[in-house]
């Protein structure tokens, strides 16, 4: 198995595994896995790309059941940790001879592979104090060399406040989870006082798929529709700004600060910006920027009108080629 992690002398595990997800309970992580397993990569910027679960993959095995039938997965009941093989080929390169003569050679990408560890745990912080099932999770962090961070916008925009509160109860703070967790690998894996620590990190907001994150995205002028059926917040600038001034408005004024703590320990932090399940496209009457909602109501669930996962996959190989390039 190819292994993107480059081994140095610095006392971190040289087999660590590829790319590990983290986020707060509801913040969508289980719908950004089962979105892998349903959607794809762009062939012709990435090549092919899929996940193997292993044969006892349980986990994988229910979110494909949901997959099949376009519903949500259900809430995490129990710890489900797995590792999914990600496996695929880069696109096809031309190779020209050194004088430029003759017709150019096609060579096939090389078939490559890397692991993403699954630690989904029900409800709470991800690294709660004296838990077991989160100090699991937190040994999977320590021993990664990618880390997706997912970003639930929900519970930071005062539009939708009202949503995530329905149980009565009020939700973990993006800031407090994303300080526990960076205290913790401070305590753990810290090279030591202003220096970085050793992970790439993936800054990933979730849910553009819901109309008030959308309209927010929109009216910052943030979305492209340039080859699409339906527009995008891009990867990069676009996407960080987005973070960045979802963490300045948010309801939590905390928020405020996640921008300067995560930049001020990783040295290399992509941004991205999904929609799990794809904004709502009609086949015969295209999109409609007023009617993005892609869920139905049908026997009591939720399902999704017409599955496409965005950028989910571009999340994902977009870390991994950062973990190739082997910049530290």
């Given at each position: 198995m190819t292994d993107p992690y480059i081994p140095t002398d610095d006392g971190y595990p040289d087999d660590a595994p590829a790319i590990v997800l983290v986020g707060p309970a509801g913040g969508g992580k289980t719908t950004f896995l089962q979105g892998l397993l349903r959607g794809h990569p762009n062939p012709a910027t990435y090549g092919d790309w899929r996940v193997i679960p292993g044969r006892d993959a349980v986990y994988a095995d229910a979110l494909l059941d949901n997959a099949e039938i376009d519903a949500f997965p259900d809430a995490t009941g129990s710890v489900a940790e797995e590792t999914w093989t990600i496996i695929g080929t880069r696109p096809a390169t031309q190779e020209r001879s050194l004088w430029g003569l003759g017709a150019p050679k096609i060579r096939d990408g090389a078939e490559e592979s890397f692991d993403l560890v699954i630690c989904d745990i029900p409800g709470g912080s991800t690294v709660k104090v004296d838990d077991q099932a989160n100090a699991e999770t937190l040994e999977a962090?320590?021993?990664?060399?990618?880390?997706?961070?997912?970003?639930?916008?929900?519970?930071?925009?005062?539009?939708?406040?009202?949503?995530?509160?329905?149980?009565?109860?009020?939700?973990?703070?993006?800031?407090?989870?994303?300080?526990?967790?960076?205290?913790?690998?401070?305590?753990?894996?810290?090279?030591?006082?202003?220096?970085?620590?050793?992970?790439?990190?993936?800054?990933c907001i979730s849910k553009l798929d819901h109309a008030e994150v959308f309209n927010l995205a929109n009216n910052l002028d943030l979305l492209s529709a340039a080859d699409r059926e339906t527009p995008v917040v891009p990867a990069g600038e676009k996407s960080r700004d987005f973070f960045h001034h979802l963490c300045k408005m948010s309801v939590n004024s905390s928020d405020a600060g996640i921008p300067r703590e995560l930049e001020a320990r990783f040295s290399r932090i992509t941004y991205h910006t999904v929609s799990s399940i794809g904004l709502y496209y009609d086949p015969d009457r295209g999109f409609d920027?007023?009617?993005?909602?892609?869920?139905?109501?049908?026997?009591?669930?939720?399902?999704?009108?017409?599955?496409?996962?965005?950028?989910?996959?571009?999340?994902?190989?977009?870390?991994?080629?950062?973990?190739?390039?082997?910049?530290?």
């Open positions: 962090v320590k021993q990664a060399a990618g880390i997706i961070l997912l970003i639930d916008p929900t519970r930071m925009m005062k539009e939708t406040q009202r949503e995530v509160r329905q149980d009565g109860k009020e939700p973990i703070s993006t800031y407090r989870h994303v300080f526990r967790l960076l205290k913790a690998l401070d305590r753990e894996v810290g090279p030591g006082r202003g220096q970085k620590l050793p992970q790439a990190l993936s800054v920027w007023d009617n993005v909602v892609n869920v139905k109501a049908q026997d009591g669930r939720e399902t999704i009108v017409r599955y496409q996962p965005m950028e989910v996959w571009e999340t994902l190989l977009d870390l991994y080629l950062v973990l190739q390039a082997g910049e530290r």
